[in-house]
């Protein structure tokens, strides 16, 4: 399995750009989880789904980011318009029920780092 | 709300020593997990704690969970250098599936 596949690896844009982070989860994993990692917040959970469908958003900080899960193997996280203060590394993780009842954790993706200038 | 607390957020320690860092969360939780990361990388799962009483061990480090004190400890046996990462602990929410995530505690082991 090649784990949880995130893209772009690095991402640098300007003020205002519209941004688009991907995410592919596990294979047959029916949790997906967006987070933010900074210095000064340390890891964010941003947003979830189970089964594709938005279960809790009450993490994005506000209208400007937008995330969606199509199907069940690919989501992304868009910010519209970017600010400086989105620069982040932004980690998409994903979750098996019935693994984690068995002890397997949740697996997280490489990261995207974001830089807004 | 659930809170989760990890002390020290910064230890220095002696190639050889021993320590323990410790993971204290704010409401009913039966399932810990403690993450590695290293520079630039992501997480890396080390130990995933289900029930009270729990102790994982894996090499030079030592994983337990006592959910009566909402409290877990990462032991470190003898440190080494490689050891050198950022080690977080996260606990689910009591009845659904998400992570929160303790602030991480910055581990430099010096030789």
């Known amino acids: 399995d090649a784990g949880v596949i995130q893209s772009p690896r690095h991402e640098v844009t300007e003020m205002g750009q519209e941004v688009t982070l991907r995410c592919k989860p596990i294979s047959g994993h029916d949790y997906l989880f967006w987070y933010r990692q900074t210095m000064m917040r340390g890891l964010e959970l941003l947003i979830y789904?189970?089964?594709?469908?938005?279960?809790?958003d009450s993490g994005m900080p506000e209208d400007r980011f937008s995330a969606k899960m199509p199907n069940a193997s690919f989501s992304t996280l868009k910010i519209q318009p970017s600010e400086p203060r989105d620069s982040a590394v932004y980690f998409c993780a994903s979750l098996s029920l019935r693994d984690k009842g068995r002890g397997v954790g949740y697996t997280f993706g490489s990261g995207t780092r974001l830089t807004v200038v | 709300e659930l809170k989760v607390e990890q002390n020290p957020l910064f230890l220095s320690m002696q190639e050889g020593k021993n320590y323990t860092i410790y993971c204290n969360y704010s409401t009913t939780s039966d399932r810990l997990y403690w993450y590695r990361q290293d520079p630039g990388k992501s997480l890396e799962s080390l130990f995933v704690l289900l029930s009270n009483g729990a102790v994982k061990q894996e090499g030079r480090l030592m994983a337990s969970l006592d959910t009566k004190a909402r409290l877990s400890t990462l032991h470190i046996t003898a440190a080494v250098h490689d050891l050198s990462a950022t080690y977080f602990c996260a606990v689910d929410i009591w009845d659904g599936n998400k992570l929160v995530f303790g602030a991480g505690t910055i581990l430099r082991v010096k030789s």
């Open positions: 789904f189970n089964n594709n469908v938005p279960i809790d």
